[in-house]
Each structure stands twice: as structure tokens, then as C-alpha cells.
């Protein structure tokens, strides 16, 4: 059996006006909503989605000090 396919979610939980994407991993509503019901194909995809919506972004800082 398979390994499962982990969550792209760091806990910076907010989301973006402009672009409709969580500043912490850069996905959609939707594609947060699916996760948990997603199969590996659809997380594999959505993971690939995130790769190519970071480009030049950096991740956010997770710490507030």
C-alpha cells in the first residue's frame, strides 16, 4: 500500500483577495475543500498546480517575532 499523500497546508490560513489562493499553500477554496476526499491522481495534480502557481514567490514566514 501506498504512502499517503500529505497535506500542502503550513497553517498560514488566510486568503488572498486578488488571486483566491491561501498565502500559505497556494490553493483554491475549492481545492482545500476536496483534499480530504481527493484520491492520490487529484493530489498529485493539485500539487503540481501549486508548484507552478509558486514561480518566484517565497513561502510566508509562519513565525510573528
Known amino acids: 500500500?501506498?504512502?499517503?499523500i500529505a497535506s500542502p497546508c503550513i497553517k498560514v490560513c488566510r486568503i488572498e483577495?486578488?488571486?483566491?489562493?491561501?498565502?500559505?499553500?497556494?490553493?483554491?477554496?475549492?481545492?482545500?475543500a476536496r483534499w480530504?476526499?481527493?484520491?492520490?491522481?487529484?493530489?498529485?495534480?493539485?500539487?503540481?498546480?501549486?508548484e507552478a502557481r509558486r514561480g518566484g514567490r517565497r513561502a510566508p514566514r509562519t513565525d510573528r517575532g
Open 17 to 32: 483577495p486578488a488571486s483566491g489562493l491561501c498565502e500559505g499553500c497556494l490553493r483554491t477554496l475549492p481545492e482545500i
Open 36 to 50: 480530504p476526499e481527493a484520491g492520490d491522481q487529484e493530489k498529485r495534480l493539485v500539487l503540481r498546480r501549486i
Open 1 to 4: 500500500m501506498s504512502e499517503a
